[in-house]
């Protein structure tokens, strides 16, 4: 894992994982209107509906985890308290497809779990499924 740690960043971090089945509440998530105009204007990225998640494995994938989430991200604040805020950090996602990693700030949220929105469907556009393995690239977080 090489990265450089900037003042604001670990920019270059690189992240792998295997794919895994979510929940089906990234769906409802990047199709809500408030989330989908912060995504576009603070991300740039008009989210596929739905989140690709991947389940890190790694140790040092873990702790690169650990330390991103130490850094601030794009905030993505709801209109409505019933929903909670997320972090966003920017990625290229297989060195090719721009994207980003969305945080949930809930508890209970598993700390191998990454949750990643696109513009595509990533299943299709990488030819992928469960149980095969992804790697991500943070390139910003602003």
Not at 105 to 119: C, G, Q
Request: proline share 8%; charged share 20%; with cysteine.
């Amino acid at each position: 894992m090489q990265y450089s740690e900037d003042k604001d960043i670990l920019t270059g971090l690189t992240l792998y994982g295997k794919i895994v089945s979510g929940l089906g509440e990234g769906k409802v998530f990047t199709e809500l209107p408030w989330a989908k105009e912060q995504f576009l204007n603070k991300v740039g990225i008009n989210p596929y509906p739905g989140t690709l998640n991947l389940k890190l494995e790694n140790p040092l994938a873990l702790e690169g985890l650990q330390k991103l989430k130490s850094r601030p991200g794009i905030v993505i604040a709801p209109d409505n308290p019933a929903f909670c805020q997320g972090i966003c950090y920017k990625i290229m996602i297989q060195g090719s497809i721009p994207g980003a990693i969305v945080i949930p700030l809930v508890p209970e949220y598993p700390a191998d779990k990454l949750e990643i929105i696109a513009p595509y469907n990533l299943k299709e556009r990488l030819k992928v499924q469960d149980g095969d393995e992804i790697t991500v690239v943070v390139i910003s977080h602003h």
